[in-house]
Structures are given as structure tokens and as C-alpha cells.
């Protein structure tokens, strides 16, 4: 008989306007085995995490005053990683990438099935911060390529004569895959898989925003990446300093357009 673990429960945090969702997710995800409080609006939301502490974020896109996008990028722009899954009512790609661009690590488009969404959350709280063993070494702390260095169990970059940089929590998950796999081409569909737990959508581009981002805080030349290369028709791959891809890699621009 196996004994059950011994550990916290996982606190969550919904913050939608529509009281119905709110009791039903309440009720829900309560039901799941998780600690579950939820807010109508930003103030609610500020005066939860002011005095509580969450492993996770359900938020709405669409809120009364401040909306989503605008709590989410205030968020991380207060340094605040906290995991956030963001619940968007119109179902259009561009409102997705740009909920991914503030620095959500997931979304749902409205209307949703529950355990979907309870998938999304379990993949997000299981994602481990150590790089896997068949990668590079995963007691390493810190890895160095070029002027840039990473530093796994701060979960920060820094380069010389600039600020210390604090990844969000999707650009430090699908960063800590590609590291992890250096000179090996990973397809959208394995990086969304190693990094999200979940196949992507025929209109998902999550990946190709966190590469953006990515690209921009460790390439010398975003236009030319040197370390993160498209490999045409393949994926992405991480090249490390000691090695070179066997063919010259075609790189695509910072706007990550969708490879055939």
C-alpha cells in the first residue's frame, strides 16, 4: 500500500470577473487536491498576494479596469515569477502571443473544459528547474556560452555591464530544454512537449515567441543568431561554443515566422 507524500499543497489563484467561473473553478480544482482562492479584479488579486503566497495564477484576459495583460506585465516587471495561465475570451492568436510576450507561461481560450485546464496546471507545477541528465550535467549551476552566463538555481543571465536579468517562467523552461540538448535539432512539437507537457494547437506559436524573447537577451546579433539556430523545415537547436552544426544553419529574424 503506497503511503501518500508528504507534501504542501499547492495553493492556486483565479482571477476572473464572471463570479460563476470563479465558484465553479473554486469548486473544481478544490476537488482536485488544491488550495484554491480567487479574485474578481486586480485589487482583489494585489490584496491576496500581498498577503498570501501562490504557486500559481489563473487570470483572465479580459478584466474590469486594469485587464490581464496589463497585471500580467506588471507582474514581471516587479520581478514577480509566479506561474501564470492566462484565459483569453476571444480565441484570437495575436491576443495569445501577446499574453506570452507580457510573460504568461500558458493560455486557454475560452470557452475551456475544466481538466483541460487542470492538465495545464499540473504539466506548469511538475516542470522540474535542473537541467536533464542526458544533456548537460545536471548538478551544473551555471552555464557560460560567449559573454552571457546562466545561472540555473538563480534562474538569472548576466553579461558584462549589464543588469543582472531574471527570467520569466516560460523563457527560463524552454531555455533550461534547449540547454539541455545541445547540437540536437528539437521540433516545435518536442521543445512544446519537453517544455509545456502538452501538443501544440495548429495556430500555437508559444514556442516561436519565447525563442524571440530568448534570442534577444543572449545573441550578439539577433538578425544572425549564433547559439539558438533555426535548423529550416527541422526546429531549433542550441549550439554551444566548442561546436558547430555540421551544415551551415539558415537562421529566420526575431519574429520567429512559421517554418513550413
Known amino acids: 500500500?503506497?503511503?501518500?507524500?508528504?507534501?504542501?499543497?499547492?495553493?492556486?489563484?483565479?482571477?476572473?470577473?464572471?463570479?460563476?467561473?470563479?465558484?465553479?473553478?473554486?469548486?473544481?480544482?478544490?476537488?482536485?487536491?488544491?488550495?484554491?482562492?480567487?479574485?474578481?479584479?486586480?485589487?482583489?488579486?494585489?490584496a491576496l498576494l500581498q498577503r498570501e503566497f501562490f504557486d500559481l495564477i489563473v487570470l483572465d484576459l479580459m478584466l474590469p479596469g486594469e485587464d490581464g495583460l496589463s497585471i500580467c506585465r506588471r507582474l514581471r516587471a516587479k520581478g514577480n515569477l509566479i506561474p501564470i495561465i492566462m484565459l483569453t475570451a476571444r480565441g484570437e492568436d495575436v491576443d495569445r502571443i501577446i499574453g506570452l510576450e507580457m510573460g504568461a507561461d500558458d493560455y486557454l481560450?475560452?470557452?475551456?473544459?475544466?481538466?483541460?485546464?487542470?492538465?495545464?496546471?499540473?504539466?506548469?507545477?511538475?516542470?522540474?528547474?535542473?537541467?536533464?541528465?542526458?544533456?548537460?550535467?545536471?548538478?551544473?549551476?551555471?552555464?557560460?556560452?560567449?559573454?552571457?552566463?546562466?545561472?540555473?538555481?538563480?534562474?538569472?543571465?548576466?553579461?558584462?555591464?549589464?543588469?543582472?536579468?531574471?527570467?520569466?517562467?516560460?523563457?527560463?523552461?524552454?531555455?533550461?530544454v534547449l540547454l539541455s540538448h545541445p547540437n540536437k535539432t528539437l521540433s516545435r512539437d518536442q521543445?512544446?512537449?519537453?517544455?509545456?507537457s502538452r501538443e501544440r494547437g495548429p495556430f500555437d506559436r508559444a514556442i516561436d515567441v519565447q525563442i524571440a524573447r530568448i534570442?534577444?537577451?543572449?545573441?550578439?546579433?539577433?538578425?544572425?543568431?549564433?547559439?539558438?539556430?533555426?535548423?529550416?523545415?527541422?526546429?531549433?537547436?542550441?549550439?554551444?561554443d566548442e561546436a558547430e552544426t555540421e551544415d551551415e544553419a539558415e537562421t529566420e529574424d526575431e519574429t520567429g515566422d512559421e517554418m513550413e
Open 1 to 46: 500500500m503506497k503511503h501518500k507524500s508528504h507534501e504542501r499543497t499547492r495553493r492556486l489563484l483565479v482571477v476572473d470577473d464572471d463570479t460563476r467561473i470563479r465558484e465553479s473553478l473554486q469548486r473544481y480544482l478544490g476537488e482536485q487536491g488544491y488550495e484554491v482562492r480567487s479574485a474578481a479584479n486586480a485589487g482583489q488579486l494585489d
Open 109 to 176: 481560450p475560452k470557452p475551456f473544459n475544466p481538466r483541460e485546464l487542470l492538465a495545464r496546471i499540473q504539466a506548469m507545477l511538475r516542470r522540474p528547474w535542473i537541467l536533464e541528465e542526458n544533456g548537460a550535467d545536471a548538478t551544473q549551476k551555471k552555464i557560460r556560452f560567449g559573454d552571457v552566463e546562466i545561472d540555473f538555481a538563480a534562474r538569472t543571465l548576466n553579461r558584462p555591464g549589464q543588469p543582472t536579468y531574471v527570467f520569466t517562467t516560460g523563457e527560463f523552461t524552454v531555455l533550461s
Open 191 to 196: 521543445l512544446m512537449t519537453l517544455a509545456r
Open 215 to 240: 534570442r534577444k537577451l543572449i545573441e550578439p546579433n539577433v538578425n544572425k543568431p549564433r547559439y539558438l539556430q533555426t535548423i529550416w523545415g527541422m526546429g531549433y537547436m542550441f549550439v554551444p
